[in-house]
């Protein structure tokens, strides 16, 4: 009986231990293309545009990365919180959010992006609420 229990217990354990991980560096590192989805965009013209336009965004094992927005490029660090991936921009064309901040006549750095993991892990989805649009990008593992 003292065995039974045991094994029930080691096994309520290792449920409440799979479940609670969320998500892991693994899931998520590796290349992603992003597409605004047509909610970030209103109208004819910037509904066609948001369809063009792909984000490539590259996490790294060493918790950095890199994204292209159109030919921009833009690069941080990033870590797993829960379900959701968090990039923390670093700089933008070569500057960096401080010098961004500045040049923009802002004070205070830029809020991070926060991308939800899929259930899959095939997908995440964020806000980038430091655009201009603050449209909501949906990124697929390459």
């Not at 004819?44 to 994204?67: C, I, N, P, R, W």
């Not at 961004?100 to 992006?113: F, I, K, N, T």
């Amino acid at each position: 009986m003292k065995n039974h229990t045991i094994s029930i217990c080691v096994g309520v354990l290792a449920a409440f231990a799979i479940a609670g991980c969320g998500v892991s560096d693994k899931d998520v590192i590796g290349s992603w293309t992003g597409k605004p989805t047509s909610a970030g965009a209103s109208g004819g013209m910037a509904s066609a545009f948001a369809d063009m336009m792909s984000v490539q965004l590259e996490l790294k094992s060493d918790h950095t990365y890199t994204m292209m927005m159109l030919i921009f490029p833009v690069e941080g660090s990033w870590k797993v919180k829960g379900n959701t991936v968090i990039l923390t921009r670093e700089s933008f064309m070569g500057m960096s959010s401080d010098e961004l901040a500045r040049a923009r006549g802002q004070s205070g750095a830029d809020e991070p992006m926060v991308l939800r993991v899929s259930k899959d892990r095939k997908t995440m989805t964020g806000t980038d609420t430091n655009s201009a649009t603050s449209a909501e990008l949906v990124f697929t593992r390459n």
